[in-house]
């Protein structure tokens, strides 16, 4: 089998090899400096996305005091100040250069969320500038409403932060000096205004100086304190940290903290001495402005001098990266030169140590393969070129020994195969007699299978020749029975054919039947549909005329109960008439008295005379309601003798209903055992339908199974036939072999 060793370095020489390896070890050493280099590198960049940056940060400060100023400014010219009105539309150009300013910055910068906030900065900005040259808010609402934009400027601001990755500046120093900086000195100016802002308008409060300052101002002045010392322990705190290692950065910054850190700790503590902690407001409020004022702007002038030393440390972090890096790049390369060159020495005298004995193997192969079959290597080494020439020449040894060897067994092979083909060249000739000599070579098991296939071959042609025989009896014998088969399967098709017609015409006549049955079965069920839907109309009539019966009896009952009431009515009536009379009577005697009183009763006889008239009128009435009354009472009689008769007429047609529906009742009864009945006619003639059905198929199978078997049969003939002819074939065919006996 062949086996391939080929492979990419199959080309190459063995120099060419140790070279390559020597290359393929440097990869190591070159693949940290790679790493190295682009760490560096993707920090170069880092830091030069933060130095671009401190452009529009620095912007966004500078938009932050004017916006501050202008808050002041906006407070004081609502509050009727004329010359900080004039002084407050400078203000605001100064905000709206700015911001012009910033727009053209802002288009270079992709950072997440940026231009949303400047947007709803710049939106909020010109909607509160017109409200406040408009007056349409109050000093107050103006500075809450101002305050809200300085909120929208720091979230710009975190936006160009986080942008610019300025937030998460890798380097210690430059981390609290952005933070200082950019951060936490902005949003201590920014509480300082609010507490100028509060501390101002409680001075300038004639309240507050003669009855003292409120809790809640004090409060809020202590919050805002608070709120700046924090800022400020934390401002120093990092600027110390930042500073701690690099004196020349400290150099540039440190005074100016010192100065800004100064300025806000002495505003704090004059607010909270004059403020906080006194009684009443008695400092002037333009000195206290004035001190707030300069402390603030010691805050911004800290900002610019940060801003200006962050950007000198992010060029120092540029260049002292830039040449650590190719310093260390050109002292690697050097080093790994040197590397490689020793070992290119090496590796060649390496390779001379291999390549020469190797050429020297080569040539002594070539001379072999030339005719030389005394040479030999007789290398001395002991290596494993050494080892290698020595198994060299013990394969030539051995070849030559199994040479000498390979000749004499030919010899003899062939001899023997010249006899073997002898025998197969008369076994060709269809004696099967003959046998091969078996030798004690390689071709000894060839003649032996050869004379026992031979053997065997006699034997199973022996069997055939009988076989063949009796092949051609047995067919004879099979053609004349098939013969009678066919006429009989003939017969049987006839037959079956017939009895097929006649279940066909006993299913259709079936089918007929079952036709019938399921037709009768229709009708029945919709005499029992009918008789249900008849029985179920007498039901509810029924039903309804014992609705209505109770419906007449409920009214007897109320029309009876109506006669009660005209008889009570009547006693009432007759009270009233009672009354009536008495009344009359004592009418009579008022008159009577009047009359015997003279002059002095004719008053009171005026009076008895109208008693004595309603006394007459209510009789009259009386008189006109009993006869009402007895008028009801005869009708309500005769109402309830109608009503009787009507609940006697309803009780005799509800029984006739009754009857009418007992009667339907067993009408459907007797409707229902017919269909039950028809439906088991119907059943059974519709199950002897499907009998005949089968019996149809089956016949139909017995049919065409009959026609197979006449068709078989009658290829069965036809096969037979040939089978004879085919047998006296085989016999002529075996007996053309000579046999032994």
């Known amino acids: 089998?062949?086996?391939?060793?080929?492979?990419?370095?199959?080309?190459?020489?063995?120099?060419?090899?140790?070279?390559?390896?020597?290359?393929?070890?440097?990869?190591?050493?070159?693949?940290?400096?790679?790493?190295?280099?682009?760490?560096?590198?993707?920090?170069?960049?880092?830091?030069?996305?933060?130095?671009?940056?401190?452009?529009?940060?620095?912007?966004?400060?500078?938009?932050?005091?004017?916006?501050q100023k202008h808050r002041d400014l906006a407070f004081a010219a609502l509050s009727g100040n004329e010359k900080a009105a004039t002084e407050r539309q400078q203000a605001k150009?100064?905000?709206?250069?700015?911001?012009?300013?910033?727009?053209?910055?802002?288009?270079?910068?992709?950072?997440?969320?940026?231009?949303?906030?400047?947007?709803?900065?710049?939106?909020?900005?010109?909607?509160?500038?017109?409200?406040?040259?408009?007056?349409?808010?109050?000093?107050?609402?103006?500075?809450?409403?101002?305050?809200?934009l300085v909120q929208q400027i720091f979230a710009v601001q975190d936006s160009i932060l986080a942008g610019s990755t300025m937030d998460l500046d890798p380097d210690a120093e430059t981390y609290y000096l952005i933070q200082t900086v950019m951060v936490n000195t902005p949003a201590t100016a920014e509480a300082m205004a609010q507490t100028r802002h509060v501390g101002a308008g409680i001075l300038a409060n004639d309240t507050a100086r003669s009855e003292g300052i409120t809790q809640q101002d004090r409060l809020l002045l202590s919050t805002f304190i608070s709120k700046t010392d924090d800022l400020t322990k934390t401002s120093k705190n990092y600027i110390e940290r930042s500073v701690k290692n690099f004196p020349e950065l400290k150099t540039r910054i440190y005074a100016k903290t010192q100065e800004a850190i100064a300025a806000t700790e002495q505003t704090n503590k004059l607010t909270a001495t004059e403020l906080v902690n006194a009684k009443t407001a008695t400092y002037s409020a333009q000195n206290y402005l004035s001190q707030y004022n300069t402390a603030i702007d010691q805050q911004f002038a800290f900002i610019s001098s940060g801003i200006d030393s962050i950007n000198k440390e992010f060029d120092r972090q540029i260049k002292a990266t830039r040449t650590a890096l190719y310093t260390t790049f050109?002292?690697?390369?050097?080093?790994?030169?040197?590397?490689?060159?020793?070992?290119?020495?090496?590796?060649?005298?390496?390779?001379?140590?291999?390549?020469?004995?190797?050429?020297?193997?080569?040539?002594?192969?070539?001379?072999?393969?030339?005719?030389?079959?005394?040479?030999?290597?007789?290398?001395?080494?002991?290596?494993?070129?050494?080892?290698?020439?020595?198994?060299?020449?013990?394969?030539?040894?051995?070849?030559?020994?199994?040479?000498?060897?390979?000749?004499?067994?030919?010899?003899?092979?062939?001899n023997s195969v010249i006899d073997l083909l002898q025998t197969v060249a008369r076994l060709a000739q269809k004696d099967l007699t003959i046998r091969a000599v078996v030798a004690e070579d390689i071709t000894g098991p060839v003649s032996d299978a050869l004379n026992?296939?031979?053997?065997?071959?006699?034997?199973?042609?022996?069997?055939?020749?009988?076989?063949?025989?009796?092949?051609?009896?047995?067919?004879?014998?099979?053609?004349?029975?098939?013969?009678?088969?066919?006429?009989?399967?003939?017969?049987e098709k006839r037959e079956v054919e017939q009895a097929s017609q006649e279940l066909n015409d006993a299913s259709k006549a079936m089918l007929d039947i079952a036709q019938s049955a399921l037709s009768c079965n229709e009708a029945a069920e919709k005499a029992i549909n009918n008789t249900n839907k008849a029985q179920a109309t007498v039901l509810s009539t029924v039903q309804g005329i014992t609705a209505?019966?109770?419906?007449?009896?409920?009214?007897?009952?109320?029309?009876?109960?109506?006669?009660?009431?005209?008889?009570?009515?009547?006693?009432?009536?007759?009270?009233?008439?009672?009354?009536?009379?008495?009344?009359?009577?004592?009418?009579?005697?008022?008159?009577?008295?009047?009359?015997?009183?003279?002059?002095?009763?004719?008053?009171?006889?005026?009076?008895a005379n109208e008693v004595?008239?309603?006394?007459?009128?209510?009789?009259?009435?009386?008189?006109?309601?009993?006869?009402?009354v007895n008028n009801i009472q005869v009708e309500t009689a005769d109402t309830?003798?109608?009503?009787?008769?009507?609940?006697?007429?309803?009780?005799?047609?509800?029984?006739?209903?009754?009857?009418?529906?007992?009667?339907?009742?067993?009408?459907?009864?007797?409707?229902?055992?017919?269909?039950?009945?028809?439906?088991?006619?119907?059943?059974?003639?519709?199950?002897q339908s499907q009998t005949s059905l089968r019996l149809v198929e089956r016949a139909h199978t017995i049919q065409k199974s009959s026609a197979q078997t006449y068709d078989q049969l009658q290829a069965q003939g036809i096969e037979t036939d040939r089978l004879v002819e085919l047998s006296k074939e085989l016999v002529a065919s075996v007996s053309v072999f000579t046999l032994s006996k």
């Not at 170069?44 to 400060?61: D, Y």
């Not at 290398?379 to 050494?386: A, R």
């Not at 063949?468 to 004879?476: M, P």
């Not at 007992?662 to 028809?678: C, G, I």
Request: a neutral charge; charged letters at 20%; one cysteine or more.
């Open 330 to 414: 050109f002292i690697t390369l050097a080093v790994i030169g040197l590397v490689f060159l020793i070992a290119t020495i090496f590796a060649r005298y390496i390779s001379k140590s291999l390549t020469n004995p190797i050429t020297y193997l080569v040539n002594v192969m070539d001379k072999m393969a030339g005719g030389d079959t005394k040479i030999r290597a007789n290398i001395q080494s002991f290596d494993e070129i050494g080892a290698l020439g020595r198994q060299f020449d013990m394969m030539i040894d051995q070849r030559e020994l199994v040479n000498n060897k390979i000749t004499q067994e030919n010899d003899l092979l062939n």
């Open 93 to 148: 150009l100064r905000v709206d250069e700015k911001i012009a300013k910033f727009d053209k910055l802002a288009a270079n910068f992709n950072y997440p969320g940026l231009a949303a906030a400047w947007l709803a900065f710049k939106e909020e900005w010109a909607k509160q500038t017109i409200s406040i040259e408009s007056k349409t808010v109050t000093a107050e609402k103006s500075w809450e409403i101002q305050t809200q």
């Open 1 to 67: 089998m062949k086996h391939d060793n080929t492979n990419l370095f199959t080309g190459l020489s063995l120099g060419q090899k140790l070279l390559l390896l020597c290359v393929v070890a440097t990869i190591p050493v070159l693949m940290p400096l790679y790493l190295y280099y682009s760490g560096q590198e993707k920090y170069i960049v880092i830091t030069e996305t933060e130095q671009v940056g401190l452009q529009p940060a620095t912007n966004a400060l500078q938009v932050l005091n004017d916006v």
């Open 612 to 628: 004595q008239k309603l006394a007459e009128n209510s009789r009259d009435a009386t008189s006109k309601i009993s006869g009402l």
């Open 452 to 491: 026992m296939l031979a053997d065997e071959t006699g034997k199973v042609l022996s069997k055939v020749t009988k076989i063949a025989a009796n092949v051609s009896n047995v067919s004879r014998q099979i053609q004349s029975q098939s013969s009678v088969v066919i006429s009989v399967s003939s017969d």
């Open 640 to 687: 309830v003798t109608t009503m009787n008769d009507a609940i006697s007429q309803v009780v005799r047609g509800t029984d006739l209903a009754q009857k009418a529906g007992e009667e339907m009742r067993e009408t459907r009864d007797t409707t229902a055992n017919l269909v039950q009945l028809v439906n088991r006619i119907a059943a059974s003639s519709t199950q």
């Open 548 to 607: 209505i019966r109770d419906t007449i009896r409920e009214t007897e009952k109320r029309i009876k109960r109506l006669g009660e009431r005209s008889q009570e009515i009547g006693g009432i009536v007759n009270l009233i008439n009672d009354i009536a009379e008495r009344t009359h009577i004592l009418a009579l005697n008022a008159s009577m008295h009047a009359a015997s009183a003279g002059e002095a009763g004719r008053g009171f006889a005026v009076i």
